[in-house]
Protein backbone atom coordinates (compact mmCIF):
# COMPACT_ATOMS: atom_id res chain seq x y z
CA UNK A 1 0.00 0.00 0.00
CA UNK A 2 1.56 3.65 -0.89
CA UNK A 3 1.82 5.32 2.12
CA UNK A 4 -0.04 8.26 0.63
CA UNK A 5 -3.12 5.87 1.02
CA UNK A 6 -2.76 4.92 4.35
CA UNK A 7 -5.21 6.54 6.71
CA UNK A 8 -4.05 7.26 10.37
CA UNK A 9 -5.58 4.22 11.56
CA UNK A 10 -2.98 2.17 9.16
CA UNK A 11 0.03 4.28 9.90
CA UNK A 12 -0.56 3.59 13.87
CA UNK A 13 -0.99 -0.49 13.00
CA UNK A 14 1.95 -0.18 11.12
CA UNK A 15 4.13 1.36 13.82
CA UNK A 16 2.55 -0.79 16.07
CA UNK A 17 3.76 -3.63 13.88
CA UNK A 18 7.20 -2.51 13.73
CA UNK A 19 8.10 -1.63 17.45
CA UNK A 20 6.90 -5.67 17.90
CA UNK A 21 9.09 -6.53 16.10
CA UNK A 22 12.06 -4.24 17.46
CA UNK A 23 10.86 -5.55 21.00
CA UNK A 24 10.74 -9.23 20.12
CA UNK A 25 13.97 -9.14 18.91
CA UNK A 26 15.60 -6.75 21.68
CA UNK A 27 13.97 -9.77 23.99
CA UNK A 28 16.24 -12.49 22.18
CA UNK A 29 19.36 -10.17 21.98
CA UNK A 30 18.80 -9.93 25.86
CA UNK A 31 18.96 -13.32 25.61
CA UNK A 32 21.98 -13.57 24.42
CA UNK A 33 23.71 -10.77 25.99
CA UNK A 34 23.66 -12.83 28.70
CA UNK A 35 25.70 -15.08 27.88
CA UNK A 36 27.98 -12.68 26.47
CA UNK A 37 28.33 -9.84 29.57
CA UNK A 38 30.19 -11.55 32.16
CA UNK A 39 33.37 -12.57 29.62
CA UNK A 40 33.38 -9.06 28.31
CA UNK A 41 33.19 -7.27 31.92
CA UNK A 42 36.25 -9.59 32.88
CA UNK A 43 37.75 -8.72 29.50
CA UNK A 44 37.32 -4.39 30.46
CA UNK A 45 38.67 -5.38 33.78
CA UNK A 46 41.78 -6.46 32.97
CA UNK A 47 41.78 -4.48 30.06
CA UNK A 48 45.34 -1.79 29.58
CA UNK A 49 43.55 1.19 30.69
CA UNK A 50 42.29 -0.55 34.35
CA UNK A 51 45.25 -2.57 35.38
CA UNK A 52 46.20 -0.49 37.67
CA UNK A 53 42.92 0.27 38.95
CA UNK A 54 41.53 -2.48 42.01
CA UNK A 55 37.20 -2.33 41.61
CA UNK A 56 35.00 -2.84 44.44
CA UNK A 57 31.82 -3.63 45.00
CA UNK A 58 30.45 -1.33 47.68
CA UNK A 59 26.68 -2.88 47.87
CA UNK A 60 25.97 -6.73 46.93
CA UNK A 61 23.84 -5.93 44.29
CA UNK A 62 26.24 -3.79 42.62
CA UNK A 63 27.69 -7.05 40.45
CA UNK A 64 23.96 -7.64 39.51
CA UNK A 65 23.69 -4.19 38.23
CA UNK A 66 26.76 -3.87 36.16
CA UNK A 67 25.73 -7.55 34.68
CA UNK A 68 22.57 -6.29 33.62
CA UNK A 69 23.72 -3.15 32.07
CA UNK A 70 26.34 -4.62 30.16
CA UNK A 71 23.41 -7.20 28.93
CA UNK A 72 21.11 -4.17 28.07
CA UNK A 73 24.10 -1.99 26.33
CA UNK A 74 24.55 -5.22 24.48
CA UNK A 75 21.33 -6.22 23.29
CA UNK A 76 20.93 -2.21 22.00
CA UNK A 77 23.88 -2.61 20.19
CA UNK A 78 23.16 -5.99 18.45
CA UNK A 79 19.34 -5.02 18.16
CA UNK A 80 20.46 -1.43 16.45
CA UNK A 81 20.67 -2.76 12.67
CA UNK A 82 16.86 -4.43 13.16
CA UNK A 83 15.80 -1.27 14.82
CA UNK A 84 17.45 1.24 11.60
CA UNK A 85 15.41 -1.85 9.12
CA UNK A 86 12.32 -1.19 10.95
CA UNK A 87 12.40 2.55 10.64
CA UNK A 88 13.47 2.08 7.25
CA UNK A 89 10.91 -0.47 6.74
CA UNK A 90 8.25 2.04 8.51
CA UNK A 91 9.36 5.26 5.92
CA UNK A 92 9.94 3.19 3.06
CA UNK A 93 6.18 4.04 1.08
CA UNK A 94 6.95 7.17 1.15
CA UNK A 95 10.00 7.64 -0.95
CA UNK A 96 10.88 6.68 -4.61
CA UNK A 97 12.13 3.85 -5.71
CA UNK A 98 15.51 4.72 -5.92
CA UNK A 99 15.74 7.06 -2.81
CA UNK A 100 14.65 3.29 -0.96
CA UNK A 101 17.39 1.75 -2.70
CA UNK A 102 19.82 4.16 -1.15
CA UNK A 103 18.55 4.96 2.06
CA UNK A 104 18.46 1.17 2.51
CA UNK A 105 22.30 1.39 2.36
CA UNK A 106 22.59 3.49 5.18
CA UNK A 107 21.92 1.13 7.75
CA UNK A 108 25.15 -0.82 7.77
CA UNK A 109 26.81 2.88 7.66
CA UNK A 110 25.34 3.62 10.30
CA UNK A 111 25.98 0.59 12.51
CA UNK A 112 29.92 1.14 11.49
CA UNK A 113 29.82 4.90 12.71
CA UNK A 114 28.10 3.97 16.05
CA UNK A 115 30.67 0.93 16.54
CA UNK A 116 33.36 3.76 15.38
CA UNK A 117 32.04 5.99 18.30
CA UNK A 118 32.17 3.66 20.73
CA UNK A 119 35.57 2.22 19.82
CA UNK A 120 37.44 5.89 19.52
CA UNK A 121 35.62 7.16 22.95
CA UNK A 122 37.04 3.51 24.69
CA UNK A 123 40.63 3.62 23.19
CA UNK A 124 41.42 6.93 22.93
CA UNK A 125 39.05 9.67 25.33
CA UNK A 126 38.24 7.10 27.98
CA UNK A 127 41.84 6.04 28.71
CA UNK A 128 43.18 9.98 28.73
CA UNK A 129 40.04 10.70 31.11
CA UNK A 130 40.54 8.05 33.46
CA UNK A 131 44.33 8.80 33.86
CA UNK A 132 43.50 12.55 33.76
CA UNK A 133 41.51 11.56 37.24
CA UNK A 134 44.04 9.00 38.60
CA UNK A 135 46.92 11.32 37.96
CA UNK A 136 44.61 14.40 39.68
CA UNK A 137 43.86 12.29 42.58
CA UNK A 138 47.54 11.39 43.38
CA UNK A 139 47.98 15.29 43.21
CA UNK A 140 45.96 16.04 46.14
CA UNK A 141 46.94 13.46 47.62
CA UNK A 142 43.38 11.53 47.36
CA UNK A 143 43.80 7.78 48.00
CA UNK A 144 40.61 6.54 45.18
CA UNK A 145 38.55 3.65 45.93
CA UNK A 146 36.76 2.61 42.53
CA UNK A 147 33.51 1.20 42.93
CA UNK A 148 32.82 -1.44 39.84
CA UNK A 149 29.26 0.16 39.33
CA UNK A 150 30.57 3.82 39.52
CA UNK A 151 33.31 2.76 36.97
CA UNK A 152 30.97 0.98 34.38
CA UNK A 153 28.35 3.89 34.64
CA UNK A 154 30.99 6.29 33.70
CA UNK A 155 32.64 3.87 31.39
CA UNK A 156 29.15 4.15 29.56
CA UNK A 157 28.46 7.71 29.99
CA UNK A 158 31.63 8.27 27.77
CA UNK A 159 31.38 5.67 25.26
CA UNK A 160 27.13 5.05 24.14
CA UNK A 161 26.82 9.45 23.82
CA UNK A 162 29.93 9.11 21.33
CA UNK A 163 28.80 6.61 19.52
CA UNK A 164 25.12 8.19 19.28
CA UNK A 165 27.02 11.23 18.19
CA UNK A 166 28.92 9.99 15.29
CA UNK A 167 26.01 9.00 13.90
CA UNK A 168 25.34 12.69 12.85
CA UNK A 169 26.50 12.14 9.17
CA UNK A 170 24.07 9.55 8.77
CA UNK A 171 21.34 11.52 10.08
CA UNK A 172 21.70 14.64 8.17
CA UNK A 173 21.86 13.00 4.84
CA UNK A 174 18.84 11.23 5.49
CA UNK A 175 16.85 13.84 6.20
CA UNK A 176 18.20 15.82 3.29
CA UNK A 177 17.27 12.89 1.00
CA UNK A 178 13.70 13.51 2.73
CA UNK A 179 13.94 17.13 1.55
CA UNK A 180 13.40 17.71 5.99
CA UNK A 181 16.70 20.01 6.02
CA UNK A 182 18.82 20.96 3.44
CA UNK A 183 23.22 22.71 3.20
CA UNK A 184 22.19 26.02 3.00
CA UNK A 185 20.30 25.49 6.51
CA UNK A 186 23.16 23.68 8.30
CA UNK A 187 25.56 26.48 7.14
CA UNK A 188 22.70 29.08 8.61
CA UNK A 189 22.53 27.18 12.08
CA UNK A 190 25.91 26.53 11.95
CA UNK A 191 27.02 28.21 14.82
CA UNK A 192 23.79 27.58 17.04
CA UNK A 193 24.95 23.84 16.39
CA UNK A 194 28.48 24.72 17.29
CA UNK A 195 27.34 25.42 20.57
CA UNK A 196 24.71 22.44 21.46
CA UNK A 197 28.47 20.26 20.42
CA UNK A 198 30.09 22.28 22.69
CA UNK A 199 27.65 21.80 25.51
CA UNK A 200 27.28 18.20 25.07
CA UNK A 201 30.87 17.61 25.12
CA UNK A 202 31.01 19.60 28.07
CA UNK A 203 28.43 17.05 29.70
CA UNK A 204 30.18 14.29 28.82
CA UNK A 205 33.83 14.93 29.49
CA UNK A 206 35.40 15.98 32.59
CA UNK A 207 36.30 19.60 33.42
CA UNK A 208 39.56 20.31 31.60
CA UNK A 209 40.07 22.03 28.83
CA UNK A 210 42.23 18.97 27.08
CA UNK A 211 39.54 16.40 27.34
CA UNK A 212 37.01 18.75 26.45
CA UNK A 213 38.85 19.43 23.17
CA UNK A 214 39.21 15.97 22.47
CA UNK A 215 35.62 15.58 22.31
CA UNK A 216 34.72 18.94 20.94
CA UNK A 217 36.75 19.15 17.82
CA UNK A 218 35.73 15.30 16.57
CA UNK A 219 32.39 16.61 16.69
CA UNK A 220 32.68 19.71 15.04
CA UNK A 221 34.78 17.79 12.11
CA UNK A 222 31.58 15.61 12.34
CA UNK A 223 29.23 18.07 12.03
CA UNK A 224 31.14 19.97 9.03
CA UNK A 225 31.13 16.52 7.25
CA UNK A 226 27.81 16.32 7.57
CA UNK A 227 27.33 19.02 6.14
CA UNK A 228 29.21 17.95 3.03
CA UNK A 229 27.26 14.70 2.87
CA UNK A 230 24.11 16.77 2.98
CA UNK A 231 25.62 18.59 -0.20
CA UNK A 232 26.27 15.49 -1.77
CA UNK A 233 22.94 14.02 -0.68
CA UNK A 234 20.79 17.04 -1.93
CA UNK A 235 22.37 17.38 -5.05
CA UNK A 236 20.90 13.83 -5.85
CA UNK A 237 17.92 14.05 -4.09
CA UNK A 238 17.22 16.99 -7.13
CA UNK A 239 18.26 15.11 -9.67
CA UNK A 240 16.39 12.05 -8.99
CA UNK A 241 13.15 14.64 -8.76
CA UNK A 242 13.87 16.13 -12.06
CA UNK A 243 14.59 12.76 -13.73
CA UNK A 244 10.94 12.23 -12.21
CA UNK A 245 9.67 14.99 -13.21
CA UNK A 246 10.83 14.36 -17.15
CA UNK A 247 9.33 10.79 -16.64
CA UNK A 248 5.97 12.02 -16.02
CA UNK A 249 6.11 14.51 -18.41
CA UNK A 250 7.09 11.67 -21.33
CA UNK A 251 4.21 9.79 -19.97
CA UNK A 252 1.69 12.68 -20.55
Known sequence: MNQKDMTILDHIE?????????VVFFVLAVVVSFFLSQPLIKWLQHASVAQDITM?????????????????????????PVILYQLWAFISPGLLEKERRVTLGYIPVSVTLFLAGLLFSYFVLFPFVIRFMMSLSG?????????INEYFHFLFQITIPFGVLFQLPVVMLFLTRLGIITPAFLKKVRKYAYFILIVVAAFIT????????????????LYEISIWISKIG??????????????LNEQQ
Open 56 to 80: NAFRVTDPFKVFMQMAFVLAFIITS
Open 14 to 22: ELRKRLMII
Open 206 to 221: PPDVISHMMVTVPLLL
Open 234 to 247: YKKAQAAEAEQARA
Open 139 to 147: NMEIQTTIG
